[in-house]
């Protein structure tokens, strides 16, 4: 079965700091690319990050750029992992991990796509007060 879970999110003040995790199974999810995306309210999902599945490459939007990191570590149940840094009031969103199927995706125009993703988790919320 199938299980992309997210954890982490919750209420933030601005300037502050969250980590999200992402425990990815029931695949060979070592060998997939991962990435995160959110959504505001009455926004479409957008792309933040990607990393690929050796963690050799990542990929990150312009407005998170130099705040927040991903991180992965392949294991029996890989974790993937969003260090979110200085977040800010319009970083508030639900924020979905997801798994690309290899190899379909080798550059940022694949990767910040949603509909090349394959998996998907639930969802965690992360609220940044002003």
């Known amino acids: 079965q199938v299980q992309l879970v997210e954890s982490g999110g919750g209420l933030v003040q601005a300037g502050g700091s969250l980590r999200l995790s992402c425990a990815a199974s029931g695949r060979t999810f070592s060998s997939y690319a991962m990435g995160w995306f959110r959504q505001a309210p009455g926004s479409e999902r957008e792309f933040v990050s990607a990393i690929t599945w050796s963690g050799s490459s990542t990929y990150y939007a312009d407005s998170v750029k130099g705040r927040f990191t991903i991180s992965r570590v392949n294991a029996l149940v890989t974790m993937v992992y969003l260090h979110m840094n200085s977040l800010k009031p319009e970083d508030t969103a639900v924020y979905y991990c997801?798994?690309?199927?290899?190899?379909?995706?080798?550059?940022?125009?694949?990767?910040?796509?949603?509909?090349?993703?394959?998996?998907w988790g639930q969802g965690t919320q992360v609220t940044v007060s002003s």
């Open positions: 997801a798994a690309v199927i290899p190899p379909k995706c080798s550059s940022y125009g694949c990767y910040s796509r949603s509909d090349k993703y394959d998996y």
